[in-house]
């Protein structure tokens, strides 16, 4: 169930980016956050990256940075929008996550930002097999989000930070193996890297 804040804060974007730069604090904030998963990639100009579940283009601007061919994906028209005027350099697609308008082995990189957390487990696993299908053999999959804290001073903050803003499919990410699952649908997984007493983990997997 969402909360008001929670609303409130996909309604208002002045209040999500509030929001967001608070809980990016953490990790030295927002655009060291947004960039955590892109740490020891290879992309280069001619390079296909798939920004999926892109929202207002957050860690859009950082992608175009290094290639000329980005997508974003996004199923809020609201959310792309907000990406056409913010990042104007990338290319959008309206579609869900789990229904990708892409062929097989369409990209060399599908990043993902704190948006796994809103899935329920099967639409979550649908999701990874879908980002497997339209990765090129040797395409990598790299995401950032949730972790359960491995350090207990993080845990009250968190709880607090899910409680407000976030819902059941936020508590059942922080209970998932994603490596695992990771693995079960055919990824390699290469990196796994947690960050702020483990409350946030990035992963690198390869096709």
């Known amino acids: 169930m969402a909360t008001i804040l929670r609303d409130l804060s996909y309604q208002y974007q002045w209040l999500y980016d ?4 608070v809980a990016a604090i953490s990790v030295g ?6 960039q955590l998963a892109l740490q020891g990639l290879t992309i280069h100009s001619d390079t ?8 207002s283009g957050q860690s859009t601007q950082f992608l175009v940075k290094c290639s000329q061919n980005v997508t974003g ?7 792309l929008q907000r990406a056409r005027q913010n990042v104007p350099q990338a290319s959008y697609i309206e579609a869900f996550a789990e229904n990708m308008p892409f062929a097989d082995n369409s990209f060399d990189v599908v990043h993902t930002s704190a948006a796994l957390h809103e899935m329920h487990a099967a639409q979550l696993r649908q999701i990874l097999q879908e980002v497997y299908r339209v990765l090129k053999p040797g395409g990598v999959f790299t995401l950032v989000d949730f972790h359960a804290p491995n350090n207990p001073i993080f ?7 899910l409680l407000l803003f976030e819902t059941e499919t936020a508590w059942e990410l922080i209970k998932t193996d994603l490596p695992e699952l990771l693995k079960e649908i055919g990824f390699n997984v ?11 983990q990035v992963i690198h997997s390869k096709k």
């Open 155 to 161: 845990w009250p903050g968190v709880s607090v930070f």
């Open 190 to 200: 290469e990196k796994i890297q947690l960050y702020a007493g483990g409350s946030l």
């Open 48 to 55: 296909q990256v798939l920004d999926l579940c892109c929202g």
């Open 73 to 79: 994906l996004d199923a809020s028209p609201k959310s």
């Open 18 to 21: 509030a929001i967001s730069r």
């Open 29 to 34: 904030g927002e655009s060291r956050f947004r």
